[in-house]
T-cell receptor, first 112, second 114 residues
Framework: DAGITQSPRYKITETGRQVTLMCHQTWSHSYMFWYRQDLGHGLRLIYYSAAADITDKGEVPDGYVVSRSKTENFPLTLESATRSQTSVYFC???????????FGPGTRLLVL | AQSVTQLGSHVSVSEGALVLLRCNYSSSVPPYLFWYVQYPNQGLQLLLKYTTGATLVKGINGFEAEFKKSETSFHLTKPSAHMSDAAEYFCAVSDSGGYNKLIFGAGTRLAVHP
């Protein structure tokens, strides 16, 4: 089915481990985004991308790495997970300004 | 730089009552404005948006919002609340930079009581 998907939907990991969250969209949208959602902070932008191989930092990029070798995929890697990275992570895609930004279902990450 | 302020982190209404969720923005360019809704354990979905043209915008599920440039507001309303409207609502403005990022407000959690 067309749309935007995230995997895994739930993940439990330990402090210090590397974790990769996957995001895939089928619309060939140019723009993609990663957000984290925490109580009291709303949605905060981690990284974003305007096209394959073009990425930039958002509001809270520390401890995260992204890549975008293909237009449809935008993985987010936590290089060495910390408890403060326990959160719900949302991926989103967008065709252009003024268009609808579509969100994935989210990944709930717990870092022990 | 653009910013969004949502007045009231929690709003509670009775079923059948008017819903009013407030959103004010700041933008140095003509704004593109959005309302998104998030149901429990789900991602965000678009309720409605204003880009150009008519300032009263109708969205899904009976919601509407009016863009008022003089007040820099984009308040969300629904004449009669339904239990299924209980969710978190986010107002957003489109960044004028090249990446078309959305700048989100902190969100308003709507509770609907019988």
């Amino acid at each position: 089915d067309a749309g935007i998907t995230q995997s895994p939907r739930y993940k439990i990991t330990e402090t210090g481990r590397q974790v990769t969250l996957m995001c895939h969209q089928t619309w060939s949208h140019s723009y993609m985004f990663w957000y984290r959602q925490d109580l009291g902070h709303g949605l905060r932008l981690i990284y974003y991308s305007a096209a394959a191989d073009i990425t930039d930092k958002g509001e809270v990029p520390d401890g995260y790495v992204v890549s975008r070798s293909k237009t449809e995929n935008f993985p987010l890697t936590l290089e060495s997970a910390t408890r403060s990275q326990t959160s719900v992570y949302f991926c989103a895609s967008l065709r252009g300004r003024g268009e609808t930004q579509y969100f994935g279902p989210g990944t709930r990450l717990l870092v022990l | 730089a653009q910013s969004v302020t949502q007045l009231g982190s929690h709003v509670s209404v009775s079923e059948g009552a008017l819903v009013l969720l407030r959103c004010n923005y700041s933008s140095s360019v003509p704004p593109y404005l959005f309302w998104y809704v998030q149901y429990p354990n789900q991602g965000l979905q678009l309720l409605l948006k204003y880009t150009t043209g008519a300032t009263l915008v109708k969205g899904i599920n009976g919601f509407e919002a009016e863009f008022k440039k003089s007040e820099t507001s984009f308040h969300l309303t629904k004449p009669s609340a339904h239990m299924s409207d209980a969710a978190e609502y986010f107002c957003a403005v489109s960044d004028s930079g090249g990446y078309n990022k959305l700048i989100f407000g902190a969100g308003t959690r709507l509770a609907v009581h019988p």
